[in-house]
């Protein structure tokens, strides 16, 4: 059973370029979750779809969006990089809202210069 | 602002030894609890989850909840140098989960 696959694993953008990233969950789970993880904050809730529909979104700005398809596979976009937004991004995909096991992806790395 | 809290370590125990890893929580209306491991340059890895009061053994590890006290552990029995890694504690309510900073555990030889 193939995991959480996230595409491109590692990035090298500018400040002011945007960036979109993508999350393929593990087949049957409807939920997926992307989080932002640094060394000073650590992981940090960034929004959560389910069903094409975003459930929940963290204490980011509106640079930060996403999206999920009808195949549950999910993207997420920052416009306007700045240099504090490079950070590993993380995916997480569960089996639905109620089943609250999290399954990650090996993340996309993201360096802002 | 929902809370939680785990020491930060580093925490270094002999090979063999057991691990005793922390985490305690702001919200009382936390529903679940889990406990990921996270290699160096790797994705966090689901260890256990436990959902009630008391212990939940899986093999070497044993989660720990207590509710009233609103603290969740994890025990690691005979400490290996492969479980070298950070563990973050994660607690969910019915909307979405915090994540601890995360501990790091070095078991050595």
């Known amino acids: 059973k193939a995991g959480v696959t996230q595409t491109p694993r590692y990035l090298i953008k500018t400040r002011g370029q945007q960036v979109t990233l993508s999350c393929s969950p593990i087949?049957?789970?409807?939920?997926v979750s992307w989080y932002q993880q640094t060394p000073g904050q650590g992981l940090q809730f960034l929004f959560e779809?389910?069903?094409?529909?975003?459930?929940n979104k963290g204490n980011f700005p509106g640079r930060f969006s996403g999206r999920q398809f009808s195949n549950s596979r999910s993207e997420m976009n920052v416009s306007t990089l700045e240099l504090g937004d490079s950070a590993l991004y993380l995916c997480?995909?569960?089996?639905?809202?109620?089943?609250?096991?999290?399954?990650f992806g090996e993340g996309s790395r993201l360096t802002v210069l | 602002q929902k809370e939680v809290e785990q020491n930060s370590g580093p925490l270094s125990v002999p090979e063999g030894a057991i691990a005793s890893l922390n985490c305690t929580y702001s919200?009382?209306?936390?529903?679940?609890f889990f406990w990921y491991r996270q290699y160096s340059g790797k994705s966090p890895e689901l260890i256990m989850s436990?959902?009630?009061?008391g212990d939940k053994e899986d093999g070497r590890f044993t989660a720990q909840l207590n509710k009233a006290s609103q603290y969740v552990s994890l025990l690691i029995r005979d400490s290996q140098p492969s479980d070298s890694a950070t563990y973050l504690c994660?607690?969910?309510?019915?909307?979405?989960?915090?994540f601890g900073t995360g501990t790091s555990l070095t078991v050595i030889p």
């Open positions: 997480a995909s569960s089996l639905d809202r109620r089943e609250r096991e999290l399954f």
């Open positions: 087949s049957g789970h409807r939920s």
């Open positions: 779809y389910f069903s094409e529909t975003q459930r």
């Open positions: 919200d009382r209306v936390s529903q679940s």
């Open positions: 436990i959902y009630s009061n």
């Open positions: 994660a607690v969910g309510d019915w909307n979405q989960f915090y």
